[in-house]
């Protein structure tokens, strides 16, 4: 489906609440990837993933063992779980998503386009090069022949 920067910008700006509640998250981060399901997940599929990590990453039970991270996995697991049982904060996070996906595509439209544009230049200057390789060639043909 063909996106318009107007539709991304509408998009963009109704999602930029998701960001701070997000704050401290690394960008890209995705609430279903953490709690390893799929988007569409319902809220018991979320309630069992998240209650399965917090089970083996709770700091309770891993501190001082191998693979210890200070509790952020379990600190990301909860937020996701905040994020994906909320209905409000599921909305834009799942908009915001849309936003960067549409973003994404229209960067790639861009440098496509970009790239054709470079691509274009390319050619037109190799075919002046090949223009002028001609002349030369061809002035240095005549003066050899008159030359001889």
């Known amino acids: 489906r063909e996106l318009s920067a107007r539709a991304c910008a509408?998009?963009?700006?109704s999602s930029t609440g998701v960001w701070t509640m997000m704050q401290g998250l690394p960008a890209g981060w995705n609430p279903h990837k953490e709690l390893g399901l799929q988007p569409g997940a319902t809220p018991a599929e979320v309630k069992v993933a998240f209650r399965g990590l917090a089970r083996k990453h709770h700091p309770d039970k891993v501190q001082g063992s191998e693979g210890d991270d200070g509790g952020e996995t379990f600190k990301r697991a909860r937020k996701a779980y905040e994020i994906l049982t909320e209905p409000a904060s599921r909305a834009l996070f799942d908009e915001a998503a849309r936003a960067a996906k549409c973003r994404e595509a229209?960067?790639?439209?861009?440098?496509?386009?970009?790239?054709?544009?470079?691509d274009d230049v390319r050619a037109a200057a190799q075919a002046v090069e090949a223009q002028l390789r001609a002349r030369q060639s061809g002035d240095g043909r005549k003066r050899e022949a008159g030359m001889r």
Not at 10 to 13: D, E, I, N, P, Q
Not at 106 to 118: H, R, Y
Request: charged share 30%; hydrophobic share 35%; no cysteine.
């Open 10 to 13: 509408a998009r963009s700006m």
């Open 106 to 118: 229209l960067q790639k439209k861009k440098m496509a386009s970009s790239a054709k544009t470079q």
